[in-house]
């Protein structure tokens, strides 16, 4: 579990400093402050640099062409490979910089988390050195295609443990492309990562991982809990394309889970993910969207409950008030899980120039908080 963050030249943060983090962790903020970006943050750690997450963060937001962003990052993969595509997808991964603060100092993106017994960073920087590039590929970190004699430039992804470099690699215009399985297979994963992004997936992306937990019978821990929605719900299962079906106690036949509206389906997203994630982080991109407020302090409170009992650190986003203050009150009964709000706003110092700093209120702030009716958001 992460206990502290430091984001640099990644996206829209210049220089991001969390110096302290919980198991459940609640980002809020304006418009344009980086509640999204932060989560990318912890997915980009979470995969050691790894190039797939690259396509997916940038995909997610449309920035990325010809990338089919209905895959989640899981199973993703790029399909085309012509060059003029890869020209334009390559160029396409500048955007993951911090381009001002790059060319102000020429640093690195540094993405930095540390626990209680190791810190590891990963940085990436933009090199047109060829011969930089030509010494990675002769060290065999990483083999890609023949079409490394045309290579003239691209991404080094390095990995330090404890600030000992572990890794480094390059990331091309052509293996971006060509090479994308053997990127995932040679850069793991650090920690298992699951997000539930702000707009509701297609189910077939959840069947698999479905049947992956009716194996072990953690299906029924979450129907029970899907059972938030409606008491009713006595089973749901996924038919041979990936529907999911609910059967209800008063019905005689199944029925679609999306008939029930989007609260029943959102929270079976979300707690597949979360016994996925065991042993890892769980993202979750605007928490209340299709949860009613009169549920949602009930979400949040097996929420932490799971993050306990699999070991997970949940990072969660929202504009929502009664979110927060659901958040709050959960947290604050909960002796066991320490939950943190973090808000994220643009510093009014002149010297800081507008860069996005972080807030962290700690389970005494959140007691008071909710109490007084402070707006945080």
């Not at 210049?14 to 962790?25: M, T």
């Not at 650090?190 to 698999?208: D, G, I, M, R």
């Not at 996005?356 to 945080?376: F, H, K, P, Q, R």
Request: glycine letters at 4%; proline letters at 2%; charged letters at 25%.
């Amino acid at each position: 579990m992460l206990d502290s963050l430091h984001i640099k030249n990644f996206r829209c943060f210049e220089d991001l400093i969390i110096p302290s983090l919980g198991r459940v962790n609640l980002i809020v903020g304006k418009n344009n402050s980086g509640k999204s970006t932060f989560l990318d943050a912890i997915y980009m750690y979470a995969a050691s640099g790894n190039a797939t997450i690259m396509h997916y963060i940038l995909g997610s937001r449309n920035e990325l062409p010809y990338i089919d962003t209905t895959i989640p990052p899981i199973q993703y993969y790029i399909l085309n490979n012509e060059f003029t595509k890869e020209k334009e997808i390559f160029d396409s991964l500048r955007n993951i910089f911090n381009i001002n603060a790059i060319k102000k100092s020429n640093e690195k993106l540094i993405i930095k988390g540390c626990d209680n017994r190791r810190c590891q960073t990963i940085s990436l920087e933009y090199s047109t050195n060829k011969n930089d590039i030509e010494n990675i590929q002769s060290s065999n970190a990483v083999q890609f295609s023949n079409s490394y004699v045309n290579i003239t430039e691209g991404f080094i992804i390095s990995r330090h443990i404890n600030d000992n470099l572990t890794d480094r690699n390059i990331i091309t215009p052509f293996s971006v492309v060509n090479d994308i399985k053997k990127i995932t297979k040679q850069l793991p994963w650090l920690n298992a990562c699951y997000k539930v992004v702000s707009t509701l997936e297609p189910e077939n992306n959840w069947s698999t991982l479905w049947d992956n937990l009716k194996a072990t019978r953690k299906t029924d821990a979450i129907i029970s809990m899907i059972k938030i929605t409606n008491p009713l719900i006595e089973d749901i299962y996924f038919t041979h394309n990936g529907l999911a079906m609910v059967v209800l106690a008063d019905e005689e036949r199944a029925r679609p889970l999306r008939s029930m509206g989007e609260g029943a389906s959102r929270l079976l997203q979300l707690f597949i993910y979360a016994f996925h994630a065991r042993d890892g982080f769980l993202l979750i991109d605007e928490f209340e969207n299709g949860l009613h407020y009169s549920i949602q302090e009930e979400v949040w409170d097996k929420l932490f409950k799971l993050a306990k009992e699999l070991d997970i650190q949940v990072f969660a986003t929202t504009h929502s008030e009664d979110a927060v203050k659901a958040f709050c009150k959960v947290s604050v009964a909960d002796k066991e899980v320490n939950g943190k709000l973090i808000s994220l706003g643009r510093s009014i110092s002149k010297s800081d120039n507008g860069k996005i700093i972080a807030d962290v209120y700690d389970e005494d702030t959140l007691n008071w908080l909710t109490t007084s009716g402070m707006e945080v958001r």
